[in-house]
């Protein structure tokens, strides 16, 4: 990313309009999918996939931060993901890595607010370091915010909202009968971000694989057949118009036929 941007804070921004009136989602989440497919169709190998994906990132994020969207959340690394070869998780680490350190600092002069979600017990505390570093130096931006899923599960970040919440019951703060959607939802890994407007996947995969369940319950879902290293501009723009088609209702009925 180039310029560093300034905008109102991510609280209060309504729907973004760029200047031809093209009205895009508060909150886009993306299931980056197909990185070894795309791969595998060149007779390369599949770290280099994942590589062409961290450039594939770079656009999105630039292509979001242009479009005015308010937040981004990417599924970097799943909580499953742990069960694929060491060889290919060693290589997904280091590209991490090497994102964090080469990039950290054009995100933060653009004024991109870092958040991590996930488990990060488990992790390697030299990982830990890094992304506690991306979250310290981005904390007070307000301009895009980047929400990076790395060994995220929604199961397990609606299990660890549940103990949260039953380590406040334990100690007498809340009782049973305060567990409501709210509370619960207060309790997630990132509780003041608003849910995804629109989550897409890329690579023709139509499922969720554990990402956000909790807060795509009122979500548009878009599956693009492209893989994730061919996602730029363009296919962001076009599931944009897939979205500004579709018509949420969030169980009532159309505001504005009645029907
Ligand atoms: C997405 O691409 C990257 C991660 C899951 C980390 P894949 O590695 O899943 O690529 P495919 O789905 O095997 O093509
Ligand atoms: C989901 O993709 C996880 C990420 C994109 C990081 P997977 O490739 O792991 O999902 P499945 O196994 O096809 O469901
Ligand atoms: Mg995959």
């Known amino acids: 990313m180039s310029d560093a941007i300034s ?3 991510e609280a209060t921004r309504p729907q973004q309009a760029t200047s031809d009136g093209f009205e895009v989602p508060r909150h886009v ?114 301009g895009l915010t980047l929400v990076v899923a790395f060994n995220y599960g929604a199961r397990q970040e609606i299990a660890r909202a549940a ?14 009968d305060d567990v409501t959607p709210e509370l619960l939802a207060r309790h997630l890994d990132a509780p003041d971000m608003p849910d995804p407007d629109v989550i897409i996947r890329t690579s023709g995969e139509q499922r969720l694989s554990n990402f956000l369940m909790w807060q795509a319950a009122y979500s548009e879902l878009i599956f693009v057949p492209i893989n994730w290293p061919d996602f730029d501009q363009a296919a962001l723009e076009a599931a944009i118009a897939e979205y500004r088609r579709r018509e949420r209702r969030f169980g009532g009925l159309n505001a504005s036929t009645g029907s």
């Not at 103990?163 to 049973?176: I, P, W, Y």
Request: glycine letters at 6%; a positive charge; one cysteine or more.
């Open 163 to 176: 103990r949260r919440v039953a380590a406040e019951v334990a100690k007498g703060r809340l009782s049973a």
């Open 29 to 142: 989440a993306i299931i980056m999918d197909g990185n070894g497919r795309w791969a595998a169709a060149r007779g390369l190998p599949r770290v280099e996939g994942h590589r062409r994906g961290v450039v594939a990132l770079r656009k999105t994020v630039r292509a979001a931060h242009d479009l005015g969207i308010s937040v981004l959340t990417i599924f970097s690394f799943s909580a499953e993901n742990w069960s694929r070869p060491q060889s290919e998780i060693r290589d997904l680490l280091s590209l991490l890595r090497r994102f964090i350190r080469n990039d950290l600092a054009d995100l933060h002069k653009s004024n991109v607010r870092v958040r991590v979600i996930g488990e990060r017990e488990d992790l390697s505390p030299d990982i830990c370091d890094l992304l506690q570093e991306a979250e310290d130096l981005t904390r007070n931006n307000d």
């Open 7 to 9: 905008s109102t804070s």
